[in-house]
């Protein structure tokens, strides 16, 4: 038995050499016999997905370059007299009052408009200051002194005495569409050229109560306490307005600002250096918006304006309005509301003759009026 399974196992050990061996043989004379394992093929990319371009970089920094060396940071000082509350023992006889003086700072910004080192900011930065310190982007400071104010549209022109200064590129504000995108540059809160973006909400918005003449771009964009006299660039870096106010922050209200168009800066920028002010026409009525609802309520025809008040002596008073009087129309135009009014009397020069057609008990008259110069408010 077991002579048997010796002689089987010595067969199989001979069967396993002899294949190896004729199987060597036939590798070393037919190579080409041997053929790669094939892999399974790959999934097919999707033809729209190797068409998909690569995410594009949206950037305004640019822009930001462009205008932001121009842009300035204001910090103002003003000595504040206080009188001193009384002592428990000088409430009850007689003494003498006490003061104490501090200083108090205020920051803002500010624009340069040309390289005399002219710069624009708002009259309420600057008001009331007794310094002001001027600082660029490039870390050089400077005193500033005041060439002129307008508070009618709180803006105000400054000087610094520096060479080699960054200008702004202006823009037209009159060409602003909502949802054009909008960067405001500024100094919130002491943060130094901060940049924050958004869009026009709205153009021409008046009568909000921030200035005597309004003309309003309204923005999303973040306006903080340090912005105001600020850059409002256009997404090509060039100046569109200037920063002036925010609106019901105590009441949580968030993304509503309003800038001073750079239109109107232009004219006063102009004047200011001129003349040291701006000079306006002015005839001393006080107009007031008549709604239509209300129209209905005096029988009027149409809403309007309506002169509420004149002023004694003025020459809309010397041309025959009383007050009561439906303003129509001012030149041939009629005016949108009480201020387009105004605004429309003030582009009038002093000196120069207006026509004014007015209602009066049913009856429409025509009056020329000599436009004088508006008294400086503020």
Same mark, same amino acid.
Do not use: M, Y
């Given at each position: 038995m077991l002579k048997r399974a010796g002689s089987a196992l010595v067969f199989v050990a001979g069967s396993v050499i002899g294949g190896l061996a004729l199987a060597f043989l036939v590798v070393a004379l037919r190579p080409d016999l041997i053929r790669a394992t094939p892999r399974p093929p790959e999934p097919a990319t999707p033809a729209a997905e190797r068409a998909l371009p690569a995410p594009q970089r949206v950037t305004y920094a640019a822009a930001v370059q462009r205008a932001a060396p121009a842009v300035v940071n204001i910090n103002t000082a003003r000595l504040v007299t206080e009188r001193l509350a009384p002592s428990l023992g000088e409430l009850f006889g007689e003494y003498m009052p006490r003061y104490r003086q501090r200083i108090e700072r205020s920051l803002g910004s500010g624009v340069i408009v040309d390289e005399s080192g002219h710069i624009v900011t708002n009259h309420h930065v600057i008001a009331?200051?007794?310094?002001?310190?001027?600082?660029?982007?490039?870390?050089?400071?400077?005193?500033?002194r005041i060439v002129g104010r307008d508070p009618d549209t709180d803006l105000a022109v400054?000087? %610094?005495?520096?060479?080699?200064?960054? *200008?702004?590129?202006?823009?037209?504000?009159?060409?602003? +569409?909502?949802?054009?995108? =909008? $960067?405001?540059?500024?100094?919130?809160?002491?943060?130094?050229?901060?940049?924050?973006?958004?869009?026009?909400?709205?153009?021409?918005?008046?009568?909000?109560?921030?200035a005597p003449l309004e003309d309003f771009i309204q923005t999303d964009a973040p306006i903080n306490f340090g912005n105001s006299g600020g850059a409002l660039i256009d997404?090509?870096?060039?100046?569109?307005?200037?920063?002036?106010?925010?609106?019901?922050?105590?009441?949580?209200?968030?993304g509503i600002g309003f800038a001073i168009p750079v239109n109107m800066v232009r004219g006063v920028l102009s004047e200011i250096i001129a003349h040291g002010r701006v000079i306006r026409g002015? %005839?001393?009525?006080?107009?007031?918006? *008549?709604?239509?609802?209300?129209?209905?309520?005096?029988? +009027?025809?149409?809403?309007? =304006? $309506?002169?509420e008040q004149l002023y004694l002596g003025s020459p809309a008073l010397?041309?025959?309005?009383?007050?009561?009087?439906?303003?129509?129309?001012?030149?041939?135009?009629?005016?949108?509301?009480?201020?387009?009014?105004?605004?429309?009397?003030?582009?009038?020069?002093?000196?120069?003759?207006?026509?004014l057609r007015g209602l009066r008990g049913g009856r429409v008259f025509e009056v020329r009026a000599q436009v004088g110069e508006r008294p400086r408010s503020g």
């Open positions: 009331n200051a007794d310094s002001i310190r001027v600082q660029l982007e490039d870390g050089r400071e400077a005193d500033a400054l000087k %610094i005495d520096l060479t080699q200064l960054p *200008v702004a590129s202006f823009g037209r504000s009159d060409q602003l +569409l909502v949802g054009d995108v =909008v $960067l405001a540059i500024g100094n919130p809160i002491g943060l130094r050229h901060t940049v924050t973006h958004g869009i026009v909400s709205a153009t021409s918005r008046q009568q909000l109560g921030i997404s090509s870096g060039a100046l569109v307005g200037i920063n002036t106010a925010i609106v019901a922050k105590n009441l949580g209200v968030e002015w %005839i001393g009525i006080v107009p007031q918006d *008549v709604p239509e609802e209300q129209a209905r309520q005096f029988g +009027l025809p149409q809403p309007g =304006v $309506l002169i010397q041309a025959g309005l009383r007050p009561g009087d439906l303003l129509l129309a001012i030149d041939g135009t009629t005016p949108a509301n009480a201020q387009d009014a105004l605004v429309r009397i003030a582009r009038c020069k002093p000196g120069s003759n207006i026509v």
